[in-house]
């Protein structure tokens, strides 16, 4: 019941913070300080992805990279933006989803060993009580031997008690 309501959960969240995402890209461009953060942010993205795209198809990388135009330097910043708050956000869902799920394993685990434990102790009991019955087969034997066949029939008794009844008649 709560899996299914967790997971419900974190789809909400990630439902929702794409509007966030969105609203973070239109802000980005409009504060000044903020936006030419962003141009640097989005030129050294371009530089890179440039650069790595040039040594994957073999072509030569010493040559000089045209940094974007301000307005797709933004927009591309926006958008780098964006997906990292969403990735944050799924990433952040994730690592919750797994860290309650360990905290689970380890309570599922904890009861397992008390369960263990628990049938441990049973069975040195068990054993102990096996031990003790043993033993006093041992005791009921050695009498038996004692007193013959009849110091089994009159367990307890000794042999002038057994006898004095069979006087008085």
Request: charged fraction near 30%.
């Amino acid at each position: 019941m709560v899996l299914p309501l967790v997971k419900l959960g974190t789809l909400a969240l990630k439902t929702f913070s794409k509007p966030i995402a969105t609203r973070l890209k239109k802000q980005a461009g409009l504060h000044p300080k903020f936006r030419s953060f962003i141009i640097s942010i989005a030129q050294a993205n371009h530089r890179l992805t440039t650069t790595v795209q040039r040594r994957i198809y073999g072509h030569a990388t010493d040559v000089e990279i045209r940094p974007l135009n301000e307005e797709k330097a933004i927009q591309a910043a926006s958008d780098l933006i964006g997906e990292i708050f969403i990735f944050v956000v799924a990433g952040a869902a994730v690592i919750f989803e797994v860290h309650r799920s360990a905290r689970s394993e380890a309570r599922k685990e904890e009861l397992r060993k008390r369960e263990m434990e628990a049938i441990m102790r049973r069975e040195e009991d068990l054993a102990k009580e096996v031990e003790f019955v043993k033993l006093k087969m041992v005791e009921l034997e050695k009498l038996a031997k004692e007193r013959g066949l009849s110091g089994v029939f009159h367990f307890g008794r000794t042999h002038s008690e057994a006898e004095q009844p069979a006087k008085a008649t």
